[in-house]
């Protein structure tokens, strides 16, 4: 037996080393994904939340920037999809384990729109034990058994916990990922998402069809969804948790007036709702969905857009009352 | 637990570790703990099921045992089919049935509510009951003595490396196993791991690459049609072979390291001459059984002509309902069953027509043939097999071949999306990794693998196990999906 474990411990050592060579360079000189860097960043004392919309928007070093010396760092866009990060029990958990223990002074930015707090119309349920029930039953949230609901290890370089279960793609891949110029998604240490494609003007008909396939997704999930109870719920525990750690603004983002159009017809009292929570929390909601940016897809922010757009919720965020 | 999974890897080594550190009379016991542990940690709430109708089906062996006449034995016989095929009935089909009466009267306009059950499959329920079923018709028919060891009779039902998807083992070839001890043995252990590795790289490397090829097709086929749905139904067809194979050479590797030896599954069968013979090759423990136990019993090949046929249906039938409650798997097996008759009625005629082209008289030529032709035909089923739905198959089985004028441009694209933004690095992997199993296959078709490795000069053997590690490490791809067959 010992022979065995003896050949057995060369083997896999040397292949454990080449493979670790290898990756440690993967990592170091390549581009993971859409996510990683968010999970290999440090415990942050400041968060920007919500779905690919905010993750696209909104720049922490801006924030940073102009911020910095009222709140807390490091500074982090945790905000990932719609499908991952809506607002519910398994994005809180995961903001819990993400915040920076001891954090008292931090910025907490939701940003927030119908998609993010509704739920499918036919879910499933089950006869459990989960707090938030509905009648007898309890909602089964469609993110339960995604990717940040599950990930334990939030705060690890490298996080081989999220390599091992949620990379997608073989390692083989970070080491040709080396050229930035040619990446059109590069998700930046802050978090930020930046989508690096021209300017919508360079190609009007590539921006139209874009918009069109993303419209048409989301009237679909208008017909097929409704704002959920349940999500309320937990957006309204996640500002009651951050608001123990810092200040908490809710912001509706800016998104092309097509999408704003169906957003307002899908949920026309939106606004007051988001004003009636806030009012309630004790926190502002800032409204920027009419202000004009460009965008990528009829939805998402340009990079340029998120840069000005950032600057613009910097300013604001720094002419509101500090927290006592 | 998946095989595939960060899990497993931690619990092999210690479950193997402990496995020989303990005295040899411990360690039956700790297998019967660990295949619990394996199963429960899926749901385990459906431990409870398979400890009961384990339970069930011992006392009814047991029972069967001290009876002499068959009209004695017979009441326990069918209290424990009632239980196996009852829980598989239950958990499986009860949903399906329902449904297709649904929509039957619907259709016939008629008024009728049925009742839905929300119960999730549990994992391996089709293999398990099936090997328990094997069992108990063996004892009933006196093939078998009845296992008077529980403890030993609830290893064979669930025994972990093979609990989830078989191979399905039969009594008379696992119970002598499990009643003799298992020490430590370097040429056995290091042949286990040698297969599990070939089982992990067939799986990371090949099975869930192609899969990226083939999903996006599978699950919108009606963006597609000609060549992006060719190359779908390709890429499944190595695809599902790589995946099942893999699983059960993974399978059969951790029983030889702990001391066990499961029956092949898998003896190249796209290698196979014809469909007969490609049955005889796929997934070889389920087509054993449905000879031994519905094929003979229904009088197989010896009720005449038109019956043996029927007979070959029923089974295939059968067989396809048992991979999934579904009409695409009815078809599939169906499918299947056709080819077979069609084989038995066309051979004939088929030998003149290779007599006429010349081919019979060169054996070679027309077994490349016969390869060829099978492999489009098991091909061409995988399309009711893989599909979402029965529209969905219908409509891939019937654009294959058209379309074939739209620009390329517009679908391809959205076909290798799967595949991401290195498509091309991805398709010479696949079709590096694809000429890899081919030609293992073809050397195993040959001879002994092992024997055939064990001639290599030990640096070149040493060599080839870590580049295959490394290319399962580099080129694998991991995030824990799950095998195809798990969901049987």
Not at chain 1, 300 to 323: F, I, K, N, V, Y
Request: hydrophobic share 50%; aromatic share 14%; glycine share 8%.
């Amino acid at each position: 037996m010992l022979k065995l474990v003896l050949r057995l411990g060369l083997l896999l050592g040397a292949v454990g080393l080449l493979g670790a060579l290898g990756l440690a360079t993967g990592l170091r000189r390549g581009y993971v994904d859409a996510f990683y860097a968010r999970f290999a960043a440090p415990p942050a004392g400041s968060l920007v939340l919500g779905t690919s919309r905010a993750a696209q928007a909104i720049k922490p070093s801006v924030l940073a920037a102009r911020l910095g010396s009222r709140y807390e760092g490091p500074w982090l866009n945790y905000s990932f999809t719609l499908a991952e990060s809506p607002y519910g029990p398994g994005y809180l958990s995961s903001i819990k384990r993400k915040l920076m223990p001891g954090t008292r002074r931090g910025l907490f930015v939701l940003a927030v729109d119908p998609w993010s707090l509704s739920l499918l119309n036919k879910l499933p349920y089950r006869g459990a034990t989960n707090p938030l029930r509905l009648g007898e039953k309890t909602v089964i949230f469609p993110e339960e058994k995604s990717m940040v609901s599950q990930l334990a290890s939030v705060s690890q370089n490298p996080n081989l916990d999220y390599l091992a279960h949620y990379l997608h793609k073989p390692f083989y891949q970070l080491l040709l990922n080396t050229d930035t110029a040619r990446v059109i998604e590069r998700l930046h240490p802050d978090g930020w998402l930046e989508i690096a494609l021209p300017p919508p003007t360079a190609n009007p008909a590539l921006l139209q069809r874009r918009t069109a396939e993303k419209l048409a997704t989301y009237r679909g999930l208008a017909t097929s969804s409704h704002l959920a109870g349940q999500r309320l719920a937990s957006l309204h525990s996640t500002i009651i948790f951050l608001q123990t750690h810092g200040q908490v603004v809710l912001v509706r983002l800016p998104t092309g007036p097509d999408m704003a159009a169906v957003e307002t017809s899908y949920r026309p009292d939106f606004d007051q709702t988001m004003q009636k929570l806030a009012n309630s929390c004790g926190i502002r909601y800032l409204n920027y969905l009419r202000l004009p940016y460009p965008t990528n897809d009829g939805n998402h922010l340009t990079r340029g857009a998120a840069a000005q757009l950032s600057q613009r919720l910097a300013d604001d965020l720094a002419r509101l009352p500090a927290q006592p | 637990m998946l095989f595939n999974s960060l899990h497993f890897l931690v619990f092999f080594p210690v479950f193997v570790g402990l496995y020989f550190g303990l005295p040899a009379r411990w360690r039956a016991p700790l297998l019967l703990a660990g295949s619990y542990y394996f199963y429960l940690s899926w749901k385990p709430v459906y431990g409870l099921l398979l400890a009961a109708t384990t339970l069930l089906d011992y006392f009814s062996g047991v029972r069967m045992s001290r009876l002499a006449a068959p009209a004695q034995r017979r009441p326990w016989l069918y209290l424990s089919l009632a239980s196996n095929l009852g829980t598989l009935f239950i958990f499986k089909y009860f949903n399906f049935f329902t449904d297709t009466a649904v929509a039957l009267a619907a259709a016939l306009h008629l008024p009728l509510a049925a009742p839905t059950l929300a119960l999730a499959l549990p994992v391996g329920v089709s293999f398990y009951t099936f090997q328990s079923v094997a069992y108990i018709v063996d004892v009933y028919q006196g093939k078998l003595e009845a296992e008077q060891n529980l403890g030993r009779f609830a290893l064979f039902v669930a025994f972990w490396p093979q609990l989830v998807a078989g191979p399905i083992e039969r009594g008379g070839q696992m119970l002598p196993q499990l009643r003799r001890p298992h020490a430590f043995d370097y040429g056995r252990v290091a042949n286990g791991l040698r297969l599990m590795a070939w089982g992990m790289f067939k799986k990371v490397v090949i099975a869930d690459r192609l899969a990226l090829l083939a999903n996006p097709v599978f699950d919108h086929p009606h963006r597609f049609t000609g060549l992006p749905l060719l190359l779908a139904v390709a890429a499944f067809t190595i695809q599902i072979y790589a995946d099942f194979s893999g699983y059960t050479d993974l399978a059969r590797g951790t029983a030889r390291v702990l001391g066990y030896k499961l029956v092949l599954n898998f003896r190249q069968p796209y290698l196979a001459t014809s469909v007969g013979d490609f049955w005889r090759r796929w997934h070889m423990s389920l087509s054993g059984w449905f000879r031994d136990y519905v094929y003979i019993p229904l009088g197989g090949s010896r009720a005449g002509r038109v019956r043996t046929q029927l007979n070959v249906l029923i089974v295939f039938f059968l067989s396809g309902l048992w991979h999934g409650a579904s009409w695409t798997f009815v078809l599939w097996g169906a499918l299947h069953g056709g080819y077979l008759v069609a084989e038995s009625l066309t051979a004939p005629a088929r030998a003149a027509l290779a007599r006429r082209l010349g081919l019979a008289a060169r054996p070679r030529l027309q077994r490349v043939v016969g390869t060829a032709l099978t492999l489009g035909l098991v091909a061409y089923a995988w399309i009711f097999f893989r599909a979402n739905s029965l529209p969905d198959a219908f409509y891939i089985a019937t654009h294959l071949f058209s379309g074939w004028e739209r620009p390329l441009a517009a679908q391809l694209p959205a076909a290798l999306a799967g595949l991401g933004r290195h498509f091309v690095a991805e398709l010479l992997v696949a079709a590096g990794a694809v000429a890899l199993l081919a030609a293992v296959d073809y050397r195993a078709e040959r001879g002994s693998m092992a024997a055939w490795l064990a001639g290599w000069p030990t640096a070149g053997r040493w060599a080839g196990y870590a580049g295959l590690l490394l290319a399962m490490l580099y080129l694998g791809i991991f995030g824990s999906s799950q095998f195809i067959y798990f969901q049987f």
